[in-house]
């Protein structure tokens, strides 16, 4: 069975490029537009491995990620943010939000395998399933 990983991002053609990618590595993918449609499908069936881009309308992915971790069946997963900036405080203020990491966009498929083999892998960078 493979492994689960949730993208989150209001811009549509992120969410399509990242969820392609993981898509071509193997992964299930499960996808969503906003904060209230992740919650709703994360408290059904955690993923994995989750990555929230930070800068959404109604809710930011500073506080899905607290709603995440706040709510014990969606608590455990790794997270990671993903950033338009590479301004320390938006990665300072992830952590805080209990995000695991923070990866500036854009990035390459490579640094995508790096952060999923950190979190959901016990191999070396690089290698994937």
Do not use: W
Not at 24 to 40: C, H, K, P, T
Request: charged share 30%; with cysteine; net charge negative.
């Amino acid at each position: 069975m493979p492994l689960r990983i949730m993208v989150v991002d209001d811009e549509i053609i992120n969410l399509r490029l990242v969820s392609r990618l993981l898509e071509i590595e193997g992964y299930e993918v499960i996808s969503a537009q906003n904060g209230d449609a992740a919650l709703r499908l994360t408290d059904q069936s955690p993923p994995d491995l989750a990555f929230l881009d930070v800068m959404m309308p109604d809710m930011d992915g500073y506080e899905l990620c607290r709603r995440l971790r706040q709510n014990p069946k969606t608590a455990g997963f790794p997270i990671v943010m993903l950033t338009a900036t590479v301004d320390e405080n938006d990665r300072l203020k992830g952590i805080e939000a209990g995000a695991d990491d923070c990866l500036p966009k854009p990035f390459d498929l490579e640094m995508l395998r790096v952060v999923i083999t950190k979190f959901l892998h016990n191999r070396n960078p690089g290698e994937m399933p």
